[in-house]
């Protein structure tokens, strides 16, 4: 299986910040990697697949960038509504597995 | 949009089959995305893939879970089904069903995805 190690595990930051997570495959996956945006209770929601395409309606100050088996989410202003865990996925092959998570929290 | 929303228990015994349904709401399950997945979060951890199933019938599992597994579809209920047996506290979780699109060159994502129900697997 090909393992997803995000970093940091978690981080504070504060509104308007400059914030970027890290994903590292543990072997090449091209550019099959998407980032998911998770709040307390609620599922996941697809922010960028591909490594760097944004999904329908999310928000311009989200982007990916990378490929091979170094990945980069950046949230170039933090808002409110970002304080959230976000996590890595690969789909270059099965199984397709996660990172175990970075949570954003409040400065 | 499309809307999806699992069913099911939410306590099971030890050794017995977790029984989860996934309704497709507000579209065709035979739509553009390629196929239907099952992911599982326990408490304070990360996501786990379980498996997928395209509207054939066709499936592909998680290894980790070995036979224990059944991912199957029922096009004309527009639904999709997840069975589990043998459980363990160990699969005591949230279950999520999720739509996964994808295009040529750009692999496949989770792109729609229901509330998620918990499971608790407890005598």
């Known amino acids: 299986d090909i393992q997803m190690t995000q970093s940091p595990p978690s981080l504070s930051a504060s509104v308007g910040d400059r914030v970027s997570i890290t994903c590292r495959a543990s072997?090449?996956?091209?550019?099959?990697l998407n980032w998911y945006q998770q709040k307390p209770g609620k599922a996941p929601k697809l922010l960028i697949y591909?490594?760097?395409n944004l999904h329908s309606g999310v928000p311009s100050r989200f982007s990916g960038s990378g490929s091979g088996t170094d990945f980069t989410l950046t949230i170039s202003s933090l808002q409110p509504e970002d304080f959230a865990s976000y996590s890595c996925?690969?789909?270059?092959?099965?199984?397709?597995?996660f990172g175990q998570g970075t949570r954003v929290e409040i400065k | 949009q499309v809307q999806l929303q699992e069913s099911g228990p939410g306590l099971v015994k030890p050794s017995q089959t977790l029984s989860l349904t996934c309704s497709v709401s507000n579209d065709s399950i035979n739509s553009r995305f390629y196929h239907w997945s099952w992911i599982r979060q326990p408490a304070g951890k990360g996501l786990e893939w379980i498996g997928r199933?395209?509207?054939?019938?066709?499936?592909n599992y998680n290894p980790s879970l070995g036979s224990r597994v059944t991912i199957s579809v029922d096009t004309s209920k527009k639904q999709f089904s997840l069975k589990l047996s043998s459980v363990t506290a160990a699969d005591t979780a949230i279950y999520y069903c999720t739509g996964v699109g994808g295009q040529l060159g750009y692999g496949y994502y989770f792109e729609t995805w229901g509330q998620g129900t918990l499971v608790t697997v407890s005598s």
């Open positions: 591909a490594a760097s």
């Open positions: 199933i395209y509207t054939s019938g066709n499936t």
């Open positions: 996925q690969h789909s270059y092959n099965t199984p397709w597995t």
């Open positions: 072997q090449s996956i091209s550019n099959h």
